[in-house]
């Protein structure tokens, strides 16, 4: 096993940087915790210095409290902590993920050059260009109908059974790009939940749904039921003999696949340096492909390479990633903001939230250092959000006005796809805009009493509800602007989240590549069972667990 936190510097001296550096931005941020963002913009030309832009992408940072110094002390922190060195070793396949002694490597996946990489002595790349090429083969195939149901008829719909970093990515993309879909239809099914597989299916012909299960470990519970559901849906319509031609599989794991019955030439595989989350890049992105064809998908990973290009090369004073994980560790670190929101300017980003939710909190929800001890500060955010315009008029209230201070994220495309609703395009920008600029300027007891007079009011009503139309403004933002939401353009933004949370878990200490907190629920999730269908309540159970679980086996009952 490659020792990675040895390999970068020696620990002691790289503790006692990491901690200097930290106390610096402690104290800037005290110096200014008093200035409010909007009197930031006084300093000349702040837009610049705190914005950066790569290509048509721009990230602008300005509306935070960062200054210039807090700024370089952020990068002298990345730097401290060996940001750079541990970057360079996941790219060259180094085992960073040190609790499951794994490299790390979706970048992989994106890489269409001809270098070879080695991961423990063996070039990957061969068996990443076979599979891409089979996966285009077979989302063609069935794109054209010459791969079709078992009585020959050409698929009009396609079910993706999976959960997590199987599902999460290609419901995303899928959604983010449906302006580009020309292929069958494309449906989800994750819970466990039966209602959820019931209701995808329920309009569905099984003659013309091809069912694709994706799961990394063909073990996952909820997608191993859902699998056994949809078989039986199959072969109760067309009989047993048709399941072969209505099923396909994406895992780590072939032979679980080929136990469960599914033709390895319908079978696609992919590798453990492969995250779950880190996932839509590899051949669980079938759907995607399936939906907008290989050349599309191809324009996606391209996008995803251009940004781990620029994150390799590009030093990290211009490097966006490092620039959106400045901003992040100075909201959690040294502002001490518990949350960040997400607020994606584009309804085929509905789903964003959701996917950074994983992608962010299960790499960077940790408690523990890469060597088993606590980690010294607040390591991930919690992540959440929802498109604007919508959030408005939902949570914003809160944003503005409640007791905590929460950080904006807005993503803007300057052009919809629906040209003939340009207006509509030019109304969302402007609310975008908006309120990042009413998050920024607030406004003032003097200028909400004011506002009340020149309508009329009385100066005594003025008095009495001009409080309540206060906004403290100086509440931070950042926002992503780009041309189109396109499949390069969405790769783009996944590879630069997934590297904001790469560097911010390096500065942590943290490995941002397992996800050992969701094993005790698996766990005890399987105790549970015979607990739910014959009462059998496993030693150890809480009262309350107990009480509520023979509530709802006796409502069961009736
Ligand atoms: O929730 C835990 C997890 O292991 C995720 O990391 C993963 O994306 C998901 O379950 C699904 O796992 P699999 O692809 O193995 O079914």
Redesign the pocket.
Known sequence: MTDVTTEIADPQARAEAVSAAWERLAALRAATSDTPIARLFDAPNRFEHFSLSLGDLLLDASKTSLTEEALAGLYALMRAAGVEARRDAMFAGAHINITEDRAVLHTALRDTTAAPLLVDGQDVKPEIRETLGRLAAFAEGVRKGTIAGARGQAFTDVVNI???????GPVMATLALAPYHDGPRLHFVSNVDGAHIHDVLKPLNPATTLIII???????I??MTNARTARAWIADAQGEAAVGAHFAAV?TALDKVAAFGIDTARAFGFWDWV???Y?VWSA?GLPLMVAIGPALFADFLAGGAAIDEHFRNAPLEENLPALLAAVGLWHRNVCGYPTRAVIPYDQRLARLPAYLQ?LDM?SNGKSVTLDGTPVARPTGPVVWGEPGTNSQHAFFQLIHQGTDIIPVEFLIAAQGHEPKLRHQHDLLIANCLAQSEALLRGRSLEAATAQLRAKGMGEAEAQRIAPHRVFSGSRPSLTLAYTLLDPFTLGRLIALYEHRVFIEAAVWGIDAFD?WG?ELG?ELATDFLPAVTEGAVPPGTSGSTRGTLSHLRNLAAD
């Open positions: 999976g959960i997590g970093g199987s599902d999460l994706a799961s990394k470990t063909f073990t996952t909820e997608t895992s995250g779950g989350r996932s669980v994983q299960e996800q969701v698996k």
